[in-house]
């Protein structure tokens, strides 16, 4: 009897060892969950008064640098023009559309013709283009103010009088008319600039040579169009001129090349784009 005494002892020992080692790990796993839950609450109360940081700071970046590109890129590649598409360059004139009694020119020389002076930095890029490509331009006629281009209604109204035995009234009449249908007009806008090649032999056309079949094919790059095309009378009312070129920007011009447009064409495109 005595002998089951002694055996019985060790094994309840041995369990009280056991439950109190389950509950000293209870605990530590506790205080541990505690101490990890109190660290983030303090790490989100860090964050929420002085503001979250950047995670990923390098892609953001990358996306900051692309999106301030520009989608397209109508000037050429080594321009560091910026591109101006105020309504100046879109200013029509016509025979049903008279220069704006508003128009404000700035007029600039620039190869011994003027221009209005916001489009000299074009016009600078444009010639350094064509020297490059081995061609000489000569601009022959720009910007005239109203008392110039009167003096050129007068004259031809004196011309009618001597030649065609018109009366003052009707000679005045006449050579008015005929002004104002011939595109003369363009020429008060300060954008308009005719051009010749510089070697051009004499009697030749303008549109046999090499600088304007190339004026043709990059002008749009500096913003110019040939303001009075081929196939294009019936929109324009002006016979086709090899030497008439027209400052609109490079986007519109890029745009009206694409659409096959003159000024007269594209005024209303943009009119029926912008009401629908």
């Known amino acids: 009897m005595g002998e089951r005494v002694v055996k019985g002892r060790p094994n309840w020992k041995k369990k009280n060892q056991l439950k109190r080692l389950k509950i000293i790990m209870t605990a530590v796993l506790v205080i541990l969950a505690l101490s990890v839950t109190a660290g983030a609450i303090l790490i989100w109360m860090e964050f ?14 990358t996306v900051s640098e692309i999106s301030s590109e520009p989608e397209s890129s109508v000037a050429p590649e080594d321009s560091a023009l910026e591109e101006d598409n105020g309504e100046f360059a879109l200013i029509l004139v016509n025979k049903d559309h008279s220069v704006p009694e508003n128009l404000e020119v700035e007029p600039e020389e620039f190869n011994g013709v003027q221009v209005d002076s916001r489009i000299v930095p074009y016009l600078q890029e444009l010639y350094q283009a064509a020297e490059q490509a081995g061609l000489s331009l000569k601009a022959v006629r720009g910007y005239e103010d109203e008392q110039v281009q009167e003096q050129y209604i007068q004259q031809e109204a004196s011309r009618l009088e001597s030649e065609e035995g018109l009366t003052a009234l009707r000679a005045q009449d006449r050579a008015r008319t005929a002004f104002e249908e011939s595109g003369e007009q363009e020429f008060r806008t300060g954008l308009a600039i005719e051009f010749t090649a510089v070697d051009l032999a004499e009697g030749a056309a303008f549109d046999s040579t090499s600088e304007y079949q190339w004026l043709l094919s990059h ?27 027209r400052y609109v920007g490079a986007e519109n011009a890029m745009k009206m090349r694409e659409l096959n447009m003159c000024l007269e064409e594209y005024g209303q495109y943009l009119n029926e784009q912008s009401q629908g």
């Open 48 to 61: 929420e008064r002085s503001g979250w940081p950047e995670i990923f700071p390098a892609a953001e970046s």
């Open 219 to 245: 002008g749009v790059e500096y913003g110019l169009i040939q303001r009075y095309p081929r196939n294009k009378e019936d929109e324009t009312g002006v016979p086709f001129s090899a030497a008439h070129f």
